[in-house]
């Protein structure tokens, strides 16, 4: 048993503490996020540079040898700096679906573009239908000639506006929720036949909603198996839910940290309302919570290797248990702020807000109890 | 003990009930108050119902009051819960006017009564300050007498819709030395076009924009312009603060709200039923229910003790406190139903809804904002800590 980082782990994370701080405050954020494109494209060539796009891949793949537990530190940092730029989608999403599935040809072309920073990928997996259900793919992608037709709607597409690449889910065969049939591609974004419509969500990001129409791929846009994608969907997406429960780890530490400083300098009735007992308990609460999450950020991360029965279990779990204490800890913050907790102009309320919504991003928490459950029981 | 109403309550109920079907503007049917409405929207039915005699009905009658007994009121607020009607804004009919019309002097009730009752002027509150919420009584704003006015020095926070209102109320530290800081306060009417007066707005994590910081630099006030005695300011805002509390339920407006849930969950899919066919939501819908229909009670026995001559005591702070809980629970169930599409940030999007490429369905839209602006109703009003405070020391007198 170890809980240590090893000596590289430290230094990415002590270089990441670093950037947040210097370049990611929270006037500089906001400006961001207000900004017309929602992102900045120079930070993530200053995180290329660092080396932190290639940390999870192996050297054989152009990456340093790294894997889940390298995300892990990366994405609690960009929890704490409530960092938009698209890790999770681009390099442990699609790089996930490359690592795990790609030809040589595909990795050289894709892991390379994500390590060096030109490649921006969103990951379409979401229909309006379909809810939680990976599978439920109203999307369509029909046989032709050399190559595939995508039909279909793909729902809130978290950095899609960003992207210059697109990984699709779409179904090959079979009816919509069937487990057979499911398959995976990669679309260049401005191929014909891509139609999306760009907004910010509430918690300071950048989606869309994509529409194929006709849009055509070649044979070699398939990743992995035509029609038996479904256990590599599902393996993917519960690494994206390991690395966001440790953002959501990164993101509710500071809600406690920025809620017990105010209760410190927050005076009411001659007294800083941090000395009232019944406001003590609460942050205490917060702060079990938070560590409570740390761990399942943990199990979930050191379980992605094992069979997929155990990881699907752990990830489960992790999202349920965070998911709560994204909720409670989100919530208390903003009622112990007062007023203030209720204004744009105080971070606190960004913390929040990216609280919230990573509840319903990859499943939320009843989903993930479903999945729990009939995993404990089969 | 029964729960009916009585026949004439019931023909009542149906009196009002085609009233409000027949009057209730056309334009702003079901959709129910959003900050980012026209300002002649918020206030088109409170028109409506001052011409009609009804847009005071707690008042007494000889101030345009209806006479209704508590139960004909509760009707009343239930069957315009039933339409989501965007009802007279709190800070004239239900705050300042009862103060004016208790405590004030027979000018000021010819000179703002009127335009209370018809919406004409609108009102808002100058109580908080960025160092007085929950002890409010800290407040430093001054009011120093000068000749045959009132100076008005200090900032105040929190004054809802302050940018589209015409006068203010109050509340100014007038004796800096009392011996308790509660004993110090007057209660000060001001016309908000007085000059020395900046309203900033303030941006709230929804997105919009209902409040505002209100700067006071030598205001000048006439001193007719004070209610009541000066220094007494204390008892009048403890007064308003007991109305603010008694309304702030909901209890109309949330079973509103969980059959709009229930609506949005038929149609919302969950393994390709229905999502309130799904056990774990349904039972979180119901708990949501019964909840409701334990604070609704409560409130019924409340209204009964009114009628018997109890005015509402410190039992109101259980209703602002499950009342507040049962709202905001409500728009986080909701947020939950609409799963993704509660992500996108709606307000920057001006065609959200085209029928081209909608992003989401229509009752998506503010399923994120309502939950995030809700969070404020455990904190105004005093909040639910502060509830808490009064209860213990009200009524388990610890």
Known sequence: ?378 | MNLDFSPDEVAFRDEVRSFIAENYPKQLSGDGLRDDMPPADLVAWHKVLGEKGWSVPAWPAEYGGTDWTPTQRYIWSEENARVNAIMPLPFGVSMVGPVIYTFGSDGQKEQHLPGIRSGDVWWCQGYSEPGAGSDLASLQTTAVRDGDHYVINGQKTWTTLAQHSDWGFFLCRTDPDAAKPQEGISFILVDMKTPGIEVRPIKLIDGGYEVNETWLTDVRVPVENLVGEENKGWTYAKFLLAHERSGIAGVARSKRAVEQLREIARKEMLDDKPLIKDFDFARKVSQLDIDLAALEITELRTLAGEEAGRGPGPESSILKIKGTEIQQRLTELTLEAVGHYGTPYYRNVADAGSNEYPIGPDYAQHAAASYFNMRKTSIYGGSNEIQRNIITKMILGL
């Open chain 1, 1 to 378: 048993m170890d809980f240590n980082f090893t000596e590289e782990q430290r230094m990415v994370r002590d270089s990441l503490t670093r950037l947040v701080r210097e370049s990611y405050d929270f006037e500089t954020r906001r400006s961001v996020v207000e900004s017309e494109s929602g992102w900045r494209p120079e930070l993530w060539a200053q995180i290329a540079e660092l080396g932190l796009l290639g940390m999870p891949f192996s050297e054989e793949d152009g990456g340093f040898g790294g894997g889940a537990i390298d995300s892990l530190v990366v994405m609690e940092e960009f929890g704490r700096g409530l960092v938009v730029e698209p890790y999770v989608q681009t390099v442990v999403c699609a790089g996930g679906f490359f690592k795990h599935a790609g030809t040589d040809a595909q990795k050289a072309e894709h892991i390379g573009g994500i390590v060096d920073g030109s490649r921006i990928y969103a990951c379409a997996y979401a229909e309006p239908r379909g809810r939680y259900d990976l599978a439920d793919l109203e999307t369509t992608a029909k046989r032709t000639g050399d190559g595939y037709v995508l039909n279909g709607h793909k729902a809130v597409v978290t950095a899609a506006p960003w992207a210059s690449h697109l990984i699709v889910t779409a179904r090959t065969s079979g009816e919509r929720r069937d487990h057979e049939g499911v398959s995976v591609f990669v679309i260049d974004k401005n191929a014909d036949g891509v139609v999306t419509r760009d907004y910010p969500t509430v918690d300071g990001r950048r989606a869309s909603e994509i529409y194929f129409e006709n849009a055509e791929v070649p044979a070699d846009a398939l990743i992995g198996e035509e029609g038996r994608a479904l256990p590599l969907v599902e393996l993917v997406t519960d690494e994206a839910i390991a690395a966001q429960c440790a953002e959501a780890c990164g993101a509710m530490k500071v809600a406690h940290e920025m809620t017990v400083e105010y209760s410190r300098q927050r005076k009411q009735f001659g007294t800083p309302i941090g000395k009232f007992q019944v406001l003590q308990h609460r942050m205490v609460d917060m702060f079990t919570e938070y560590e409570q999450s740390v761990s399942m950020a943990y199990l979930a991360t050191l379980k992605l290797g094992e069979s997929a029965k155990e990881r699907k279990s752990a990830v489960s779990a992790a999202k349920v248990r965070i998911g709560q204490a994204a909720h409670r800890i989100g919530q208390e913050a903003i009622q112990i702020h007062g007023g203030m907790g209720m204004t744009d102009e105080l971070a606190i309320g960004h913390y929040f807000k990216r609280l919230t919504i990573f509840d319903s991003e990859f499943g939320n928490v009843d989903h993930h109890m479903k999945r729990h459950i009939a995993l404990a029981s089969s």
